[in-house]
């Protein structure tokens, strides 16, 4: 793996003309540059919203540890989004109007994501994402959203493969109400279409104590692959109704 010290990406980055992005004109002022982490510390998502939080503030660290960036020290400033859209609306209302911070990151969900990527553009604040959905960078977001996660596209597309390469023929794809769930059935049915399988899939309702009627949907296609789109909490509860309605084929 090649490593790039500090010196060298900035180099490499005024190089390329990094400077010229939109919300850039932050490196020319004083004071600290204060960068809004936008995270689900609770909620469906929240197992991924601790180590979000402590790689930004180590990133921070060593930032800071390094001289800062031309001369000024990087100032992380942490908001739960509660995995919730209308949360993270508020949130990052907070982050851009209060906070006044020049860029957000983190927004793992795709709904938290396609909630507050307005905001962003229309306040010039740059929005770097974890989602996947490939809406989010099709909506006319004028450069100021960047995406660090393989769209759904390319997600569904190797998942699909990879079943097909597992053996299977027959697959089903179970998730909830989000915006990529439609895209992962879409592309996955395709993919073993193609390959002279079948496929299907059932969106459900997040947040149910069991989801047994949707498995027993599910096991009446027959499938023996079934690919589970959730989240861990969701997902977690639809394996054990699995496991119970007797499920003996792959998971993914």
């Not at 490593?3 to 990406?9: G, L, N, P, Q």
């Not at 197992?47 to 990087?74: L, P, Y």
């Not at 919730?84 to 907070?94: D, F, G, L, Q, Y």
Request: hydrophobic share 40%; glycine share 12%; proline share 4%.
């Amino acid at each position: 793996m090649t490593r790039i010290d500090r010196r060298s990406f900035l180099g490499a980055g005024a190089a390329l003309g990094l400077s010229t992005l939109p919300g850039a004109s932050w490196a020319q002022g004083s004071g600290p540059i204060r960068i809004g982490v936008l995270i689900p510390l609770t909620g469906a998502t929240s197992q991924f919203g601790a180590t979000m939080s402590q790689a930004a503030q180590i990133a921070a660290a060593d930032i800071n540890a390094a001289g800062g960036v031309r001369g000024r020290k990087i100032e992380v400033v942490i908001e739960d989004d509660q995995s919730n859209p209308e949360a993270a609306v508020r949130a990052a209302r907070k982050l851009i109007d209060v906070d006044k911070v020049v860029a957000i990151g983190g927004s793992y969900a795709s709904a938290v994501t396609s909630a507050i990527a307005p905001l962003c553009w229309e306040s010039k604040t740059t929005l770097f994402t974890a989602s996947g959905a490939d809406s989010i960078t099709k909506l006319p977001h004028q450069g100021y959203i960047f995406r660090t996660s393989p769209t759904v596209t390319l997600q569904g597309t190797r998942l699909g493969k990879f079943g097909v390469e597992m053996g299977g023929k027959r697959m089903f794809f179970l998730g909830p109400q989000t915006p990529f769930a439609q895209t992962y059935i879409d592309i996955i049915s395709d993919i073993f279409t193609k390959a002279g399988g079948s496929g299907s899939g059932l969106i459900y309702e997040d947040k149910k104590a069991s989801y047994r009627s949707e498995v027993d949907q599910a096991m009446r296609a027959k499938p023996d692959v079934i690919v589970l789109g959730g989240y861990v909490p969701d997902t977690a509860v639809v394996l054990k109704d699995l496991y119970r309605a007797g499920y003996t084929g792959k998971r993914v």
